[in-house]
């Protein structure tokens, strides 16, 4: 199970950090995870992720705002976001145990609920 929390509206130019809290049987130091997100009527894109070496790979639009982390102890991914944009508006959503390659992540259908997060002054 993949639980996602700490969404939330904030003004441009300020920050959140989302959670991904993850149980059940998955081993989580050995899996890569990934944050997804979906805007009104666009499809779901991917945002970030970090494998389970620590490798991060970001999108474009989110280089240099945003950090992708995760603490296997806790068995939870986060998504440090910084300078947010109202195009950053979306549910976001994490992804576990996909196929990285070429820098590229492959998600599976491992998805939590998602949490809200709007950008608006």
């Known amino acids: 199970q993949l639980v996602e929390s700490g969404g939330g509206l904030v003004q441009p130019g300020g920050s959140l950090r989302l959670s991904c809290v993850v149980s059940g049987s998955i081993i989580f130091s050995v899996v890569n995870l990934a944050w997804f997100r979906q805007a009104p009527g666009k499809q779901r894109e991917l945002v970030a992720s970090i494998t389970r070496a620590g490798t991060t790979n970001y999108v474009d639009f989110v280089k240099g705002r945003f950090t992708i982390s995760r603490d296997n102890a806790k068995s939870t991914l986060y998504l440090q976001m910084n300078s947010l944009k109202p195009e950053d508006t979306a549910v976001y959503f994490c992804?576990?145990?996909?196929?990285?390659?070429?820098?590229?992540?492959?998600?599976?259908?491992?998805w939590g609920q998602g949490t809200q997060v709007t950008v608006s002054s």
């Open positions: 992804n576990l145990g996909g196929l990285v390659r070429d820098g590229t992540y492959y998600e599976t259908s491992n």
